[in-house]
């Protein structure tokens, strides 16, 4: 994005401009709160071969009193329109991200928050994420990015986007089985509907909101707006869940962050953001080389009372969160343990397995601590298998055949065979490229065959990802 207003107090900031718009945002540069207003945005046009300049309607930083949708100039509505304006941030960024730290960590999750699209696109390649969690920030993902996180929710992870208040990231919509077609001026509160498989309260807004018009396609509605009008309109659906593929999502049309962040940890809204991510969650964690796991240790003391350490070394990949446990390096932590007879210790880590393995294993040692001296007490090493590795062989070998039998296109098979010629010349980028154009070509994905075959080449854009 772009600073147009260098030098001054109060930034206007461009996104990326697409076929969908640009958003554009004011940020403050000294961190303090915005000053109410008024504004009014100016632009300068190239047109039809001449200049045309225009004027936005007075608005203030809260966005008050603006319509959905303003025509700027009755003959420019192809150069220049506002449509909707949103307040997205209800308090201090800092103090909304502590938030949800505070939230996340005391529930036990495991994590990383990204607040730049660069910061994100490296995560969703290196990290191994079991699901994602997109809130309202002004973050436009890069394109192939998004294409790459749709993709990898189809393989069987979860996504939750609460909050997002335009179509920057329209790529992803296929994924939640919605449009989005404007915002609702009067909403003031959600209300659950029947037989919802997420816990929702009915709960009004603490803040005004211009939520989303949420309009489904293939979603299934789990919420409702209530309008401060009283009268009910089209498009009032606040939350959606889908199943896509083998993953699953859940659609939020207001700030949920926000929300929570206003009303408090034991809220509705607090509940309702965790609940949310409980629901997308893989029951089971694929095995998968490059893929996050929880692994959970226990010890148990059959003798009497015992001092004890441990240490644990996974066999590559890396510890990316050790629990309540101490790193001892990327491969490596310990415990210091004080168990009572009969007594056991259990905890968790996350391992991100390594790339390319085709097994895993984890080394235990455990000593006794007798006053100031130690002595070996055991070792003790477990071994698993991984899922295969998706590789180009199988891919095309598996949609040849489907496409002999008529089920999908060749044109797919040709989109294969060309990222293969561009990863052999380590033109990576290119190469999942048209890995994305093969699996949006797999578009019938009612058929388990093509699921199936989409869903590969999803774990195959996730094996070469981790090389971008």
Same mark, same amino acid.
């Not at 030098?7 to 996104?15: A, D, E, K, W």
């Not at 994100?120 to 192939?144: C, I, P, T, W």
């Not at 790459?148 to 393989?155: A, G, I, K, P």
């Not at 890995?435 to 949006?440: I, N, S, V, Y």
């Given at each position: 994005?772009?600073?147009?207003?260098?030098?001054?107090?109060?930034?206007?900031?461009?996104?990326?401009?697409?076929?969908?718009?640009?958003?554009?945002?004011?940020?403050?540069?000294?961190?303090?709160?915005?000053?109410?207003?008024?504004?009014?945005?100016?632009?300068?046009?190239?047109?039809?071969?001449?200049?045309?300049?225009?004027?936005?309607?007075?608005?203030?930083?809260?966005?008050?009193?603006?319509?959905?949708?303003?025509?700027?100039?009755?003959?420019?509505?192809?150069?220049?329109?506002?449509?909707?304006?949103?307040?997205?941030?209800?308090?201090?960024?800092?103090?909304?991200?502590?938030?949800?730290?505070?939230?996340?960590?005391?529930?036990?999750?495991?994590?990383?928050?990204?607040?730049?699209?660069?910061?994100?696109?490296?995560?969703?390649?290196?990290?191994?994420?079991?699901?994602?969690?997109?809130?309202?920030?002004?973050?436009?993902?890069?394109?192939?990015?998004?294409?790459?996180?749709?993709?990898?929710?189809?393989?069987?992870?979860?996504?939750?986007?609460?909050?997002?208040?335009?179509?920057?990231?329209?790529?992803?919509?296929?994924?939640?089985?919605?449009?989005?077609?404007?915002?609702?001026?009067?909403?003031?509160?959600?209300?659950?509907?029947?037989?919802?498989?997420?816990?929702?309260?009915?709960?009004?807004?603490?803040?005004?909101?211009?939520?989303?018009?949420?309009?489904?396609?293939?979603?299934?509605?789990?919420?409702?707006?209530?309008?401060?009008?009283?009268?009910?309109?089209?498009?009032?659906?606040?939350?959606?869940?889908?199943?896509?593929?083998?993953?699953?999502?859940?659609?939020?049309?207001?700030?949920?962050?926000?929300?929570?962040?206003?009303?408090?940890?034991?809220?509705?809204?607090?509940?309702?953001?965790?609940?949310?991510?409980?629901?997308?969650?893989?029951?089971?964690?694929?095995?998968?080389? &490059?893929?996050?796991?929880? /692994?959970?240790?226990? @010890?148990?003391?059959?003798? %009497?009372?015992?001092? =004890? #350490?441990?240490? $644990? +070394?996974? &066999?590559?990949?890396?510890? /990316?969160?050790?629990? @309540?446990?101490?790193?001892? %390096?990327?491969?490596? =932590? #310990?415990?210091? $343990? +004080?168990?009572?007879?009969?007594?056991?210790?259990?905890?968790?880590?996350?391992?991100?397995?390594?790339?390319?393995?085709?097994?895993?294993?984890?080394?235990?040692?455990?000593?006794?601590?007798?006053?100031?001296?130690?002595?070996?007490?055991?070792?003790?090493?477990?071994?698993?298998?991984?899922?295969?590795?998706?590789?180009?062989?199988?891919?095309?070998?598996?949609?040849?055949?489907?496409?002999?039998?008529?089920?999908?296109?060749?044109?797919?098979?040709?989109?294969?065979?060309?990222?293969?010629?561009?990863?052999?010349?380590?033109?990576?980028?290119?190469?999942?490229?048209?890995?994305?154009?093969?699996?949006?070509?797999?578009?019938?994905?009612?058929?388990?065959?093509?699921?199936?075959?989409?869903?590969?080449?999803?774990?195959?854009?996730?094996?070469?990802?981790?090389?971008?």
């Amino acid at each position: 994005s772009t600073d147009e207003n260098v030098g001054h107090p109060v930034n206007l900031v461009v996104g990326e401009i697409d076929h969908a718009g640009s958003l554009l945002s004011l940020s403050s540069t000294d961190g303090d709160p915005i000053p109410e207003g008024p504004y009014q945005i100016l632009a300068t046009v190239s047109h039809g071969g001449g200049v045309e300049s225009f004027e936005s309607p007075i608005l203030s930083a809260a966005c008050q009193g603006l319509d959905a949708s303003i025509d700027v100039d009755v003959e420019s509505d192809d150069v220049f329109r506002v449509i909707g304006a949103h307040r997205l941030v209800g308090g201090p960024a800092h103090a909304r991200r502590d938030f949800l730290e505070t939230l996340l960590s005391y529930q036990g999750w495991s994590y990383t928050i990204v607040t730049d699209r660069d910061a994100f696109a490296s995560e969703l390649r290196r990290g191994g994420y079991a699901s994602y969690l997109l809130l309202a920030e002004h973050v436009k993902l890069d394109n192939q990015v998004a294409r790459e996180l749709r993709e990898s929710v189809f393989t069987g992870r979860g996504i939750v986007m609460a909050g997002a208040h335009d179509h920057r990231n329209h790529h992803l919509l296929e994924a939640f089985g919605v449009n989005l077609v404007g915002v609702h001026a009067d909403a003031s509160a959600i209300t659950p509907l029947d037989l919802s498989p997420i816990s929702i309260p009915d709960a009004s807004f603490s803040q005004a909101e211009r939520p989303l018009r949420l309009r489904l396609d293939t979603a299934l509605p789990v919420a409702e707006y209530r309008l401060s009008s009283g009268g009910w309109t089209r498009d009032t659906v606040a939350m959606a869940v889908h199943e896509f593929g083998f993953g699953s999502s859940v659609v939020v049309g207001f700030d949920l962050l926000n929300q929570a962040y206003l009303a408090g940890d034991a809220s509705g809204f607090s509940r309702l953001l965790l609940s949310t991510l409980e629901y997308v969650q893989p029951s089971e964690v694929p095995h998968r080389a &490059g893929m996050t796991i929880p /692994v959970n240790w226990q @010890v148990l003391n059959r003798g %009497g009372l015992a001092s =004890l #350490s441990l240490l $644990l +070394e996974v &066999g590559g990949g890396r510890i /990316v969160d050790p629990g @309540v446990a101490q790193q001892e %390096g990327p491969l490596a =932590l #310990s415990r210091d $343990l +004080e168990l009572a007879a009969g007594g056991t210790d259990e905890f968790a880590f996350w391992w991100q397995l390594p790339s390319g393995a085709e097994a895993a294993s984890i080394r235990a040692w455990l000593d006794l601590r007798e006053g100031v001296s130690t002595r070996e007490y055991g070792e003790v090493t477990q071994s698993f298998g991984l899922e295969p590795i998706v590789d180009f062989a199988w891919v095309k070998s598996r949609i040849h055949e489907a496409a002999e039998a008529g089920t999908v296109s060749r044109q797919s098979l040709s989109d294969i065979e060309r990222a293969e010629v561009l990863y052999e010349k380590q033109e990576l980028t290119r190469a999942v490229f048209h890995l994305l154009h093969a699996a949006e070509r797999l578009g019938d994905i009612a058929d388990p065959v093509v699921m199936e075959l989409r869903a590969g080449v999803g774990w195959l854009i996730h094996h070469l990802s981790t090389e971008l």
